[in-house]
Nanobody, 125 residues
Framework: QVDLVETGGGLVQPGGSLRLSCTASGGTFSGYAIGWFRQAPGKEREFVAA????????YSADSVKGRFSVSKDRANSAVYLQMNSLKPEDTAVYYC??????????????????WGRGTQVTVSA
């Protein structure tokens, strides 16, 4: 069992930035891929970005390419989602998740085993 905690959400103006953090307790990220997903009110959960704990590949949705990036902090056993140039449509609850998806399923929520409780990101003037 891996317990995940997301932090760093909040209210930000359009064009602003936030950095979300995902940390694990009761386990480690070793051997897993770590994904970020989001869910806006009335919408389905959607993939945002992902990375493997081992290896340098990262994956991101077209809607956030060039604005969001995912990175790893091995010293602190954390994974970050850096979000820049935020737009109102980025407003959602953001979740981190871990699993062992193959490359073709990195964006598939069902490929991830453990999920955090989420952190709210609100982009509004």
């Amino acid at each position: 069992q891996v317990d995940l905690v997301e932090t760093g959400g909040g209210l930000v103006q359009p064009g602003g930035s936030l950095r979300l953090s995902c940390t694990a307790s009761g386990g480690t990220f070793s051997g897993y891929a770590i994904g970020w997903f989001r869910q806006a009110p009335g919408k389905e959960r959607e993939f945002v970005a992902a990375t493997r704990w081992t290896g340098g590949n990262t994956y991101s949705a077209d809607s956030v390419k060039g604005r969001f990036s995912v990175s790893k902090d091995r010293a602190n056993s954390a994974v970050y989602l850096q979000m820049n140039s935020l737009k109102p449509e980025d407003t959602a609850v953001y979740y981190c998740a871990v699993g062992r998806p193959i490359t073709s399923t990195m964006a598939t929520a069902s490929a991830y085993y453990y999920w955090g409780r989420g952190t709210q990101v609100t982009v509004s003037a």
